[in-house]
C-alpha cells in the first residue's frame, strides 16, 4: 500500500506546512498473533512541514478495529486515537556518511513522502496487545472453558500447583 504525498511544494520554502487526511486502507493488520480488522479505515489528519533539513509529520490517527477478545475470545472493538509525530529526513542524508548509528529512519525524496510505513508502525505500536470485549470480563474458564460472561460453572478453581505442598504443610505446622 502506497499513501504517497507530493511535498515538492514545500520543500521550496522553509517553515511552510500542508494539511493532509489520508485513509489507512488495509482491511487489516496483524500484530503478534492478533488479527486487527478495520470496519471502516483509519483516518489520519495530518500536518506536514518542512524543517529544512527534514520533514515534520505532526497529527492524529483514528479510527475502530475488531479483534477477538484476549480473555473469552468473543469479538472485541477497540478505539484508535493515536498521536503521531515524526522527523522524516531526506534519502540523501540517510545514506551520508553522518548519518551512520541513526536509527532506521522514514524518508522522503524531496519529491513526494511514503505515509503507510509510518501509519503502520504507529498501529503496530499503539494496538493493545492483551485486547477486552469490557473491563470486567471474566474469561473463560480454565477448567471447563465455559465463558463466564455468559453463566457460571461449578468448577473448582482453587488449585495449586503440587511443588507447593511441602511449603503449605510447613505453614499449617507453623500455625497450630
Known amino acids: 500500500m502506497d ?7 514545500l520543500m521550496k520554502e522553509v517553515g511552510s506546512s500542508k494539511d493532509v487526511e489520508v485513509a489507512f ?13 478495520f470496519p471502516e479505515p483509519p483516518v489520519a489528519e495530518l ?29 472485541a472493538m477497540t478505539e484508535i486515537k493515536i498521536k503521531i ?13 553522518d548519518a ?6 522514514y524518508s522522503h525524496d524531496y519529491d513526494s513522502i511514503d505515509l503507510s510505513p509510518m501509519i503502520e508502525q504507529s498501529l503496530i ?20 472453558g465455559l465463558d463466564r460472561n455468559l453463566e457460571q460453572c ?9 511443588r507447593w505442598d511441602a511449603l503449605n504443610s510447613l505453614k499449617q505446622g507453623l500455625s497450630e
Open 3 to 9: 499513501l504517497r504525498i507530493r511535498i515538492a511544494d
Open 25 to 37: 486502507d488495509k482491511p487489516e493488520i496483524t500484530v503478534g498473533e492478533l488479527l486487527f480488522k
Open 47 to 75: 500536518s506536514i512541514t518542512n524543517a529544512e533539513e527534514s520533514v515534520l509529520v505532526r497529527g492524529i490517527l483514528k479510527g475502530s478495529a475488531q479483534t477477538s477478545c484476549s480473555r473469552c475470545l468473543s469479538p
Open 85 to 97: 509525530e515524526e522527523e522524516v529526513l531526506s534519502i540523501d542524508e540517510i545514506e551520508s556518511d
Open 100 to 105: 551512520e548509528g541513526l536509527p532506521e529512519q
Open 125 to 144: 505500536i499503539d494496538l493493545p496487545a492483551a485486547p477486552l470485549c469490557k473491563n470486567d470480563c471474566a474469561g473463560l474458564c480454565p477448567v471447563c
Open 154 to 162: 461449578d468448577c473448582e478453581l482453587e488449585r495449586t500447583d503440587p
